[in-house]
Structure formats: C-alpha cells, structure tokens
C-alpha cells in the first residue's frame, strides 16, 4: 500500500482537524452506539474480507454521526499499528485510512 501525498485531502482533513478540533466540540452520541459490529463489515462476511453492503451501511451511518473528526484522530493516535487500521470508522473504509495512516506515520504527523 502506498502512502498519500502530502497534499491528498484526507491527510489536509487530519492537518485541519487536528488545528481546530477543541474539547468543546466534542458533543453528541456515537452513531453507531447501538450496533458497533456493524462498522466491522469483515466479521460480517466472515470472510476475512469486507462484506460490501455492511461497509456502505456503515458509512452510511457515520456520515449521520456527530463525532466523524474525534473518532478519525483517535484511531489514528491510538490504533498502534497499520494492522490494527481496520473496518469503518469516520465515513472511511480501512483501506483508505490505513494509507491515511501510513502518510501520517511517514511525515511524524501522528
Ligand atoms: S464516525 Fe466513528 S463514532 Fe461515529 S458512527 Fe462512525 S465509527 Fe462510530
């Protein structure tokens, strides 16, 4: 997997979010509260591979959540490894953010 460039607006998002974002914004339920399986859409299949229609509901769902910018700069500060980038998180499948990751890792923007 390739890292993004410097200038891909997934690695501009995390630069304004990590400017922006202040306690106080931080406000709201996550949206997938109820079924936290749901954005793991590889055990839904039980294939090891994402389950298509699983992932889109669970995109779907964070695209509702209040929470998007939180939940991305958390995962990318806590996760501890590409490895454990996975699933849907912030409206993003893990493909996505484990190149997202792997940018960040690279350039100390972690
Ligand atoms: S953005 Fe994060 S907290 Fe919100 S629904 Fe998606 S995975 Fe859950």
Redesign the pocket.
Same mark, same amino acid.
Do not use: F, I, S
């Given at each position: 997997m390739e890292p993004l460039s410097a200038d891909h607006p997934l690695v501009v998002r995390v630069r304004r979010i990590k400017q922006t974002l202040r306690a106080d914004d931080v406000v709201g339920t996550? $949206?997938? $509260?109820a079924d936290?399986d749901l954005?793991h859409p590889d055990r839904v299949s039980g294939l090891g591979c994402p389950d298509h229609k699983a992932e889109r509901k669970?995109i779907t769902?964070?695209q $509702?959540?209040? *929470?998007?910018d *939180?939940?991305?700069l958390q995962?990318l500060r806590e996760v501890g490894g590409v490895e454990h980038v996975l699933?849907?998180? $912030?409206?993003l499948k893990q493909t996505a953010r484990q190149a997202l990751y792997l940018t960040l890792a690279k350039e100390g923007l972690l």
């Open positions: 996550p $949206a997938c $509260a936290p954005h669970a769902v964070c $509702a959540c209040p *929470l998007t *939180l939940c991305l995962e699933g849907v998180r $912030a409206g």
